[in-house]
């Protein structure tokens, strides 16, 4: 078969780098914004990323219900509307002057409600783009650009602040926003059998239900909470660490947080002769132990206190996580049933975001105790745990791809 994916995911897959672009512009521009005009401290950034990772917790199982039960197009074109609103809308308050707290998280809001609907649809709608045997191959290019524009995005944010005012931030995100709207409205998705209408907690159960009982998604699932309790922890740690015992200074820092953002980068670009070189179950198993490594070169900066290691550390974080994205949910979009996808991504996308709140807590409350020393062992000990979760289950000894769940 032909590596060349299909004219239809060609189009998703550029609204898919418009829209993660315009969004990454957003989510650094906004505390920039804050900063610069407000004198925000770390209580009212704090406020806003909080405004900006909400919707995620409140609104993923509902919104994963709802594409599920109507066109998972036409939830992308009204989810990327609302973004586009939410980035006219801190356009317009920057111009007019009116910036304030309330403004920039109320607007946030609305923007990450939109980015809800979006990232729950898109892995549900992929499948009906792609033949299966291409799956890793679309996932894969998925994930380069939200690796794109994860690397760049912040970096952009800042200069175009500095450079050209609170403003072009803006406009350059709503540009994008508005490209990403007319690449979806372009789109055609195939028809697909709809299902009579059920209570929706009956459809929550069955999701809920399927993740839980599935032998190959309950580990993924388990796997996904961990890791990211875990990746909070250092996060919650890392910046004063670096600074205080590793001698960064602001720009260094920057540079090992830019090195994670390479590395995702590197892994979205070898996932693919990865997972073709190795068995499958080994391919969805390298992220979790690549984590492992990373944090033990974290660990080892306690000993040997070279920024070099960090950043080596970090991009290692960037590079195999993110070859367990792609592998993990083409396996899941593999094993679930169509019906569900939507929800099942939801189900995931939940667990993964809403613990992160959770992870950040912990890292702060043991690094406020016994240090940031400390933060870095209890993340690595975290890390270990879900590569053993990975390590003890069947997703290991999968060769190939399981056959496709009707």
């Not at 602001?250 to 590395?263: M, P, Q």
């Amino acid at each position: 078969m032909s590596s060349k994916l299909p004219p239809s995911f060609t189009g998703l897959a550029w609204s898919n780098l418009a829209a993660q672009s315009a969004e990454q512009l957003s989510l650094a521009a906004t505390p920039i914004v804050a900063v610069l005009v407000l004198g925000a401290g770390p209580g009212e950034v704090g406020v806003l990323a909080t405004a900006q990772t909400l919707p995620f917790l409140l609104l993923s199982i509902p919104l994963g219900l709802w594409a599920d039960r109507t066109s998972r197009l036409r939830m992308m074109w009204w989810s990327e509307t609302l973004r586009l609103l939410a980035f006219l809308g801190l356009l317009a308050v920057v111009l007019a002057g009116e910036v304030s707290i309330a403004l920039l998280a109320a607007l946030g809001c609305l923007g990450a409600i939109g980015t809800v609907g979006f990232s729950v649809t898109a892995p549900a709608l992929t499948p009906a783009l792609v033949p299966r045997a291409q799956l890793a191959q679309a996932n894969g290019r998925l994930e380069l650009a939200r690796s794109v524009a994860f690397a760049g995005g912040p970096a952009l944010a800042g200069s175009l602040v500095a450079w050209a005012g609170a403003s072009a931030a803006f406009v350059l995100a709503a540009a994008l926003s508005a490209a990403a709207l007319v690449l979806l409205l372009r789109l055609r998705e195939p028809p697909r059998p709809r299902a009579a209408p059920r209570h929706v907690m009956l459809e929550l159960r069955d999701g809920a239900t399927l993740v839980w009982s599935h032998p190959l998604l309950r580990p993924i699932f388990t796997t996904s909470v961990v890791w990211n309790i875990s990746w909070f922890v250092l996060q919650a740690a890392y910046v004063p660490y670096a600074m205080r015992l590793l001698g960064l200074d602001a720009s260094g820092v920057g540079f090992t947080l830019a090195a994670y953002g390479a590395g995702m980068v590197v892994g979205s670009l070898v996932a693919r002769r990865i997972m073709g070189a190795m068995a499958f179950g080994h391919a969805i198993a390298l992220g979790p132990f690549v984590s492992v490594l990373a944090q033990s070169t974290m660990v080892l900066t306690l000993v040997l206190p070279w920024g070099v290691l960090a950043g080596c550390a970090l991009f290692l974080f960037g590079a195999g996580p993110i070859i367990w994205t792609i592998t993990s949910t083409t396996l899941r979009q593999t094993v679930t049933p169509d019906a569900m996808l939507a929800r099942v991504s939801a189900i995931f996308l939940t667990g993964g975001w809403g613990v992160r709140p959770l992870g950040a807590a912990l890292g702060g409350l043991v690094g406020a105790r016994w240090g940031e020393t400390a933060c870095l062992v209890l993340a690595l000990a975290g890390f270990a745990l879900q590569a053993a979760v990975i390590w003890v289950s069947q997703l290991r000894r999968l060769q190939i791809l399981p056959a496709p769940t009707a």
